[in-house]
């Protein structure tokens, strides 16, 4: 294994099974990602590149090969490693928001520290710096219909990012904006990723926000190359 890898995935194979059909989507991947550094990857629609980052994120289990990350072995991981991994180890955004309707922009920032077991009002000043950084500080009281989609966004950026990951995945995170909210949630994103040293793999069609990152991967026929 790389010395600085932080995550390793060889020989990945997923493929889903439906009666005696079987769909292979990912048919031997090989990534190594060296710490803090960014991925970006893309790829056709349907060619497996939200399946590829549920493996990374411990959310889905590879059919074959081996996967690790942040030494965790994800293709045989016990029910509390698992648990510990998706808490502590990994931060996720998605291209929709996934906030919850009935909880303030603080207390969806908030909860994910709370569960992990932070006491409330240490979660609650956490979560309040984070809105700050991401340049929500006057909305903290705000729902999640009061927000803009790009505010929305800015709010899972800072939710993804309260228990400390090592390791951030973002799945399309700009998928629902228009151009300039697109930019703006990438640059909140990618300043607070730099300026913790996380670890960044995203999948995306902005080639502006692709372009980004530290490298390019293209996800064609089950595999990663190089673009
Ligand atoms: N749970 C599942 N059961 C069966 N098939 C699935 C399942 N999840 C995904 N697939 C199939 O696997 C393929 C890859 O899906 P995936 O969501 O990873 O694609 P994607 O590259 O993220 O596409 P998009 O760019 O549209 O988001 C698709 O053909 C999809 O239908
Ligand atoms: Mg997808």
């Known amino acids: 294994m790389n010395e600085r890898a932080v995550i390793q995935l060889s020989g990945v194979e997923k493929w889903f099974q439906s009666g005696v059909e079987r769909l292979q989507v990912l048919a031997g991947v090989e990534l190594t990602v060296e710490s803090g550094t960014s991925t970006a990857i893309t790829g056709e629609s349907g060619c497996g590149k939200t399946t590829l980052l549920n493996i990374i994120g411990g959310l889905e289990f590879p059919s074959a090969g081996s996967a690790v990350s942040a030494g965790y072995r994800l293709d045989a991981l016990a029910e509390d490693e698992l648990t510990e991994y998706r808490q502590h180890v990994v931060g996720l955004v998605f291209q929709f928001h996934f906030l919850l309707k009935d909880f303030t922009a603080l207390e969806n920032v908030l909860l994910p520290a709370y569960m992990a077991g932070v006491g409330r009002e240490a979660a609650e000043v956490r979560a309040g710096e984070l809105l700050r950084e991401v340049g929500l500080g ?20 800072a939710r993804a990012l309260i228990n400390d990951p090592s390791i951030m995945l973002a799945d399309e995170p700009t998928g629902n904006l228009d151009e300039d909210n697109s ?24 080639r502006e926000l692709a372009a980004r990152g530290d490298r390019l991967l293209r996800l064609e026929h089950g595999v990663l190359n190089r673009i």
């Open 138 to 157: 006057e909305r903290l009281q705000h729902f999640p219909h009061q927000l803009s989609g790009g505010e929305r966004q800015r709010v899972a950026v």
């Open 183 to 206: 930019e703006l949630v990438a640059d909140t994103l990618f300043a607070l990723v730099r300026s913790r040293n996380t670890t960044l793999v995203m999948v995306t069609h902005n």
